[in-house]
Every structure is written in C-alpha cells, then in structure tokens.
C-alpha cells in the first residue's frame, strides 16, 4: 500500500480551493441556473444512489449543506420516477425547498478533495502525483464547461430580446401576397451553436480525461489508442480486484461509458454543418443534421452523465 504522497501538491491544493469556490458562488453570480451544479442521478443506477452519496458525505465541505444532505439521505424512501430537474430527494420535495444561488446542497461535487484517500487502501500500482493532476484537469475541464453554459445562457437571453423587438417593429401587412424577408440566421443564432460545440467537445475531453488519468493512473492501467479499446482494458484489469460495492460502482460507470461511444461523438461530428433553428430546413438536411434545441439537449444531459459518472468512480475509490 502507498503511504506517502497520497495528498495533492500545494498548488494543485490551491487549483482544487478554487474550483471549489468556482461551484459555491462563482458561477451562480454570472447568472448559471443553480440546477445545472445539482446531481440528479440521471445516469446512477437506484441501487447505487445511497451508498455513493453516503460514501461521499464525509467530504461534502460545508458544513451545513452536509447536515442537510444527510437528513434527505436518512428520510429517503423509495426512489420515485419525477419530472426532470425536480429534486430526486423525497425530503426536498416535501419541504418545497430547493438549491439557491449560495446553497447549493444538491452539488455532490462540492468536495473536499484534499480528503478523498482518508481511510482508503490504495492500489501498490497507482500513480498519485498524474492521479491528482488528472483530477484537478478534469475539475478544470468542468470549469469551462459551466463557463460555456453561462455564455449559452447570455445568448439565449439576447435571442429572446431581439425576437421581441422585431415583432415590435414588425409592421403589419395589409397586403399579404407581398413578400416579405425574413432572416434565417442571426449571428446570436451562430454564437449559440459555437458555445454548444465547445461544450460537446468538452465533454468528451472530460471522459478521456476520466478514463486515461483518473482510473488508469490510479489503477495503473496502460492507455489504448480507441475509446472502445480502452474500457475494454480497463474492464479487464480492474474488475478482478474490485470488492462486490466497487463492482456495483463501476458496472454503472462503464455502462455510462459505453453508451457516449456512438451518439456524443457523432454529435462532435456535425460541427461542419450549419445547424441554426430556422435555417435547419432550408439550408440542411432536417433527416441528418441536428437542431439547435437538439444540440442543446444533448450537450444538458451528457453534461450530467459525465458529472455522475466521475462521482461514481470517486465512490469506487473509496470504497476499497
């Protein structure tokens, strides 16, 4: 077992003190919806939803956000099927409360990081020091996404001004054979699509980054060349020596894994073709190439199943 070193370097410390502060008050000031930092286990299968948030609850840092988290964890019930973004806690629901701009106490990832080896038996292969720098440039990752997302989000918001205005100004047609011009794409419409692609390209960064410098570092695992090859490797070197836990944990996470093989990387695909709302149908092909609001679902929602994934490896970890 490595006895030495198994703490982050002063100054990944200090990056890690810093995206920490990113998450708790940052982001929110710059006008990030708060559900976007919130884990709703999207893609954490219901047997792993408990022991992964009580494995994690130790290192919730704030104090308070802990203690409330762990009232939700002892009043769960059965996990019941919700609408999206509503809170997957019953305690939540039922007390109408909800994360805030300075309260985010739904953020498993608001972690004291300097922790995570506390207690655990760590693997004679595991490289700690390209562990660490691994996970601090996966969080740092994590960063630029959310700063994609506020950037998203000032878009939108100047899309939607500049709708109203030109309906203001629009002037009403008595004669309705005249034909009148109507924009297809705006230059709002062609930043939105870059800050999209930014994020998907992110993303799958942020799963290279998890599974070629978090899990193969810490479980000294040789990098392959394709994704494919890869989790095939790391299945085949690390599933014998997990515990019956650890294999609930990353069973999950290879599902999770294997399921952004196809369609993610096929979405990175399309950044060559122009894929504006209005102008889908006229300069596209609608049967091939994604909308706006396509796109924005997609890079939402992967965005959430590369957070719950990197949870459920912390979990692994520290369930040796």
């Known amino acids: 077992m490595e006895t030495k070193n198994i703490r982050p370097s002063p100054l990944q410390n200090k990056n890690l003190a810093i995206l920490y502060g990113a998450r708790t008050a940052y982001f929110t000031h710059k006008g990030l919806y708060p559900y976007l930092l919130s884990t709703y286990f999207f893609y954490i299968e219901e047997q792993a939803r408990l022991p992964l948030t009580q494995n994690l609850l130790p290192l919730i840092n704030d104090v308070n956000n802990r203690k409330i988290l762990e009232m939700a964890v002892g009043k769960q019930g059965e996990w019941e099927p919700l609408k999206p973004f509503e809170s997957s806690w019953s305690f939540f629901r ?99 699509e870059h800050h999209l692609i930014n994020i998907l390209i992110r993303i799958i960064a942020g799963w290279n980054k998890l599974a070629n410098y978090i899990i193969a570092k810490y479980y000294g695992v040789n990098e392959a060349k394709k994704w494919e090859a890869m989790l095939r490797k790391l299945d085949r070197e690390i599933q014998p020596i997990l515990n019956d836990k650890q294999r609930m944990f990353w069973e999950n996470w290879l599902t999770n894994a294997k399921a952004i093989s196809k369609g993610i990387k096929e979405a990175r695909d399309f950044e060559l073709h122009k894929i504006a709302t209005r102008a889908k149908e006229t300069l596209g092909n609608p049967g091939y190439t994604y909308s706006l609001n396509d796109l924005e679902n997609i890079v939402l929602f992967e965005h959430f199943r590369l957070q719950e994934s990197f949870l459920l490896i912390l979990a692994m970890i520290r369930s040796a």
């Open 94 to 192: 039922k007390a109408g409360i909800g994360s805030i701009k300075n309260q985010q106490f739904e953020d498993l990832l608001q972690l004291d990081y300097y922790r995570l080896f506390d207690g655990v038996l760590i693997p004679d292969s595991a490289n700690l020091s390209l562990f660490w720098g691994g996970l601090v440039d996966f969080l740092i990752n994590s960063w630029s996404i959310l700063e994609e997302f506020c950037l998203v989000i000032e878009v939108k918001n100047r899309i939607q001004e500049q709708n109203k205005i030109r309906e203001r100004e629009s002037p009403q047609r008595e004669d309705k054979s005249v034909p009148r011009a109507i924009p297809l794409v705006t230059w709002a419409d062609m930043q939105l």
